[in-house]
């Protein structure tokens, strides 16, 4: 079994800041990726950051400059800064991980249950 869990969401004045963290926990044998998704309420849900095991990242275009994305292998935990936060920004945040379970095992997508981040004053 593998857990993704989010947590660090909350709600927070424009120009202020947030970080989310997701740890994936369980029967892990090694992890490719993890990414940040958010989906805020009727639009689809959006890629915002990645990152790969060796630390190669990509963020959003409406996010970079702002939001910072890193990965600790030892914990396997994924933590997206967010800063200088907007009300466009408000939405749930959801971590998927891209993991295999054993060395022979197909690599897949698990994800989180997702964390709100609320923009407003």
């Known amino acids: 079994q593998v857990q993704v869990v989010e947590s660090g969401g909350g709600l927070v004045q424009p120009g202020g800041s947030l970080r989310l963290s997701c740890a994936a926990s369980g029967s892990i044998f090694s992890v490719n990726a993890m990414d940040w998704y958010r989906q805020a309420p009727g639009k689809e849900r959006e890629l915002v950051a990645s990152?790969?095991?060796?630390?190669?990242?990509s963020v959003a275009d409406s996010v970079k400059g702002r939001f910072t994305i890193s990965l600790d292998n030892a914990k396997n935990t994924v933590y997206l800064q967010m800063n200088s936060l907007k009300p466009e920004d408000t939405a749930t945040y959801y971590c998927n991980s891209n993991l295999q379970i054993t060395r022979f095992s197909p690599v897949r997508n698990y994800w989180g249950q997702g964390t709100q981040v609320t923009v407003s004053s």
């Open positions: 990152i790969t095991s060796p630390g190669s990242t």
